[in-house]
């Protein structure tokens, strides 16, 4: 899912069963720095309103897809 985050491109995944840590590679990895950050990291439906990922509404569809019986 991509939207718009402090009007920056941002991505968003929506995985299940995976293992392991998450690590950058590639562009983003070199691109990485002090003006332009990347984070990656494991989160649960639990943890998306602590995480305040923008824009709000992204939290809402993170959610709904989470729950969908389609999974």
Known sequence: MDRRHNG????????AAVRGTPVL???EALDHGPGNNFE????GPDDLDV???HPPGIR???TRLLHSPAR
């Open 8 to 15: 920056r491109p941002a991505s968003y995944f929506l995985v």
């Open 25 to 27: 590679s590639g562009q």
């Open 40 to 43: 990656l990291r494991w989160a």
């Open 51 to 53: 995480l305040n990922l």
């Open 60 to 62: 809402h569809q993170l």
